[in-house]
């Protein structure tokens, strides 16, 4: 989704600017766009359809553009085509505001139609020239006042960046549902999307709120309620190092955060495991309170789903108690079963995903207690929820997720563990055998890892395939979904997962001379089942890779074309085995087809918009 950065201060704004874009640029964006502000050029607009490099390039990285102010941007088009004018900063007709936007405004079209009326001439499609023609509307030499204004005017979802000529010692921030840091510096401050945009000028932050509204000096912060009354923020320290969001020698992002997954893991159990005891300090829930629910939801999107459907089959069978897991932009719309006895899990890496929040709302309207599994620290969802476990994955910066979801999974383990000790659904013996398997995962990650060519191989014998199936039993099955999410955002590759005995109801048809299958079959007790499914589509010309256990590849490769074998484990915990193989096994096929990676087309890390 969009990214914004906002600089003031005594430096030139404009390479820190770009600096502060080109660490947002994972978001996803199609253009960029610079606004600085100098006495002698007055405020300066630059934008480009593209990569942020063109725009770099158009400036010659920031040395033709002068000011200590300023705002940046990189947009993802919602309302308008990717162009240089629908790019941001949007300017008023007089060119004295500048407005960057992340968020959709619902009622634009109104407005537009309102100023149009006055005679105000519009050059773009966008929502966000709205904002700016609104803004110069109800400018009366009090910028902050517009702002205001125009806020209680607009609908919709917003972080605002805005800066206005008259006034070049300040900046101003606003948000309603799109996130929006404030950065603190020695005589400078930074407005930003996330943290990763300022982390290397400033480690002291803080996270706006919906409704909050910022004016930034070069030495002072001060953020306002909705009604123009001066709030204390209370300010946080990021602990992580500027080097966790770069590549670090490796080609893209994505290879780096794969190969990151056993310290990420490790960094999430482990604190939270004690003598052999799992030990969730910022969880309050007690066995009473889980004694009366009627039913757990687990809210999410894309890949945090799919942690999700592994969740149901895993804390269904351990805490006999029924699991239903929701896809967010599904469950406000569908009239959700929640009571006052509902305890609704909600999964999100960023903890900003629009749709996930705004469902999480509508759980906690109904009654629902809110428990949330998170990774971006003081995210709306972190924020808002009753209680928040975050994975300390670290940030994650390629679009398609990989330690995060490990880390998610992590997480489910661990409160799956605890539930079923305080309810008394599993054996102290078996609560034993799985805390022990837990600790030794990422050494067993670390050993697919080490052996990643031979998934490397497998990728160049099949990365022609144009379209291929993913059949799985039970989690098999929900990796499955991972699987083939990840192989088709990353490659292009047609692809779609299947429970195994889903096939012969219909897309069975689909299987012919050279397509090619991907059959999971880690999961001991349904391996039988699913090797019946394999002779099927072999039998109909299926390529086959077989994904399985060591203890059953040698049964597996007497079928399948192409063994991947991961170690054994506890049949609950082999979902974060599985996975591993998955992942590189897109990662590669999309490098040998010659595809951005770590930007895959149309996708935005951070989805703030329905
Ligand atoms: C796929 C992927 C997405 C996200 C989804 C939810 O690789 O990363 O499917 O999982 O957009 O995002 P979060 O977890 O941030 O809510």
New binding site residues.
């Given amino acids: 989704m969009c990214g914004i950065v906002g600089y003031i201060g005594r430096e030139e704004a404009a390479p820190v600017l770009l600096d502060g874009l080109a660490r947002l640029e994972y978001r996803g964006y199609d253009s960029a766009g610079l606004a600085v502000f100098s006495q002698q050029d007055g405020l300066k607009v630059v934008k480009a359809k593209g990569r942020l490099k063109v725009l770099a390039d158009m400036v010659q990285g920031g040395r033709t553009i002068h000011g200590t102010v300023g705002l940046g941007h990189t947009r993802w088009a919602t309302h308008g085509e990717p162009s240089d004018v629908n790019s941001h900063p949007q300017v008023s007709a007089s060119g004295r505001i500048a407005v960057v936007h992340n968020g959709i405004i619902e009622n634009y079209v109104e407005i537009k139609e309102f100023l149009q009326a006055k005679g105000i001439k519009f050059v773009s499609q966008t929502d966000t020239e709205v904002v700016a023609q609104l803004l110069e509307y109800y400018y009366e030499g009090d910028i902050l006042d517009a702002v205001s204004k125009v806020l209680s005017r607009i609908q919709g979802a917003y972080a605002f960046g805005i800066i206005c000529a008259d006034c070049p010692d300040r900046l101003i921030a606003a948000r309603k549902d799109s996130p929006l840091i404030l950065g603190y510096g020695e005589g400078f401050h930074f407005l930003a999307s996330d943290v990763t945009a300022v982390i290397k000028y400033t480690r002291e932050v803080c996270y706006l709120e919906d409704g909050e509204i910022a004016v930034l000096t070069a030495d002072k912060a001060t953020v306002y309620d909705a009604y123009l009354q001066p709030i204390e923020k209370e300010k946080h320290h990021v602990d992580w190092e500027v080097s966790a969001a770069e590549k670090g020698g490796y080609e893209h992002f994505m290879a780096k955060e794969i190969m990151e997954e056993p310290k990420a893991f490790r960094d999430t159990i482990s604190p939270r495991i004690h003598n052999g005891h799992v030990v969730l300090d910022n969880l309050n829930i007690d066995g009473a309170y889980l004694e009366q629910i009627d039913k757990i939801y687990i809210i999410?999107?894309?890949?945090?789903?799919?942690v999700g459907v592994v969740a149901k089959y895993i804390m269904e069978k351990t805490l006999r108690r029924p699991v239903e897991v929701t896809l967010?932009s599904e469950f406000r719309y569908c009239q959700p079963l929640v009571t006052q006895h509902t305890l609704a899990i909600v999964?999100?890496?960023?903890?900003?995903?629009i749709d996930?929040l705004a469902a999480m709302r509508e759980a906690r309207r109904l009654g629902a207690r809110i428990l949330s599994i998170v990774?971006?620290v003081g995210s709306s969802?972190a924020r808002e929820s009753d209680d928040v476990l975050y994975t300390w994955a670290g940030p994650e910066i390629a679009?398609?997720?990989?330690k995060?979801?490990s880390t998610?999974l992590a997480l489910i383990y661990l409160i799956t563990l605890r539930f079923a000790e305080l309810l008394g659904t599993i054996e102290q013996g078996e609560y034993d055998k799985i805390v022990a398997e837990l600790l030794l995962i990422p050494t067993k990650m670390e050993q697919i890892l080490n052996n990643k060519e031979a998934i490397q191989y497998f990728a160049s014998i099949y990365f022609n395939h144009d379209s291929v199936f993913f059949i799985g039993r039970n989690i098999d099955y929900a990796i499955g979904l991972e699987g083939s999410?990840?192989l088709k955002?990353i490659s292009y590759i047609h692809s779609e997962a299947y429970a195994a005995g889903e096939l012969k109801h219909g897309t069975i048809s689909l299987i012919e001379d050279g397509t090619l299958v991907v059959a999971l079959a880690s999961h001991t007790a349904l391996f039988e089942k699913l090797m019946s499914n394999v002779v099927e589509v072999k039998s109909r010309g299926a390529d086959v890779i077989g994904l399985t256990v060591e203890s059953k590849g040698d049964e597996m490769k007497k079928t399948v074309d192409s063994a991947i074998l991961v170690p054994d484990t506890h049949p609950m915990l082999v979902p974060s085995l599985d996975v591993i193989p998955l992942q590189l096994f897109a990662y590669y096929v999309a490098l040998m087809r010659g595809c951005d990676i770590d930007k895959p087309r149309n996708?935005a890390?951070?989805?703030t918009v329905e």
């Avoid at 999964?347 to 995903?353: D, K």
């Avoid at 679009?399 to 990989?402: I, K, L």
Wanted: charged content about 10%; hydrophobic content about 35%.
């Fill in positions: 999410a999107c894309g890949s945090s789903y799919h967010a999964i999100s890496q960023s903890g900003e995903t996930t990774n971006v969802i679009v398609a997720t990989t995060a979801y998610q999410l990840k955002e996708l890390k951070s989805v």
